[in-house]
Nanobody, 111 residues
């Protein structure tokens, strides 16, 4: 199993980023996918979840209305669209599936 995130970077407050996570080595479409994040000095927290087939999505209260999780099973990829970014969204963002983690991608929100 391999999960590879991309799309992080430096963005100004109010800006947007789209994270991607490409999965391989398993039947991607059969599994729920999750995005977590970990800010410096803080515990890793669950940001968003999407069910298999993308029927159900759930979000942390801190990102509701700003972030959108989606998936493209034809490309074995899950996305996290992040809008109206705030400095407190600064963290390393990780993709997770059934006990496996990606390497993470850094998101920094700063002016």
């Amino acid at each position: 199993v391999q999960l590879v995130e991309s799309g992080g970077g430096l963005v100004q407050p109010g800006g947007s980023l789209r994270l991607s996570c490409a999965g391989s080595g398993f039947t991607f479409s059969s599994y729920r996918m999750r995005w977590y994040r970990q800010a410096p000095g803080k515990e890793r927290e669950l940001v968003a979840t999407i069910s298999s087939a993308g029927v159900i999505t759930n979000y942390a209260d801190s990102v509701k209305g700003r972030f959108t999780i989606s998936r493209d099973d034809a490309k074995n990829t899950v996305f996290l669209q992040m809008n109206s970014l705030k400095p407190e969204d600064t963290a390393v963002y990780y993709c997770y599936c059934v006990g496996y983690w990606g390497q993470g991608t850094q998101v920094t929100v700063s002016s």
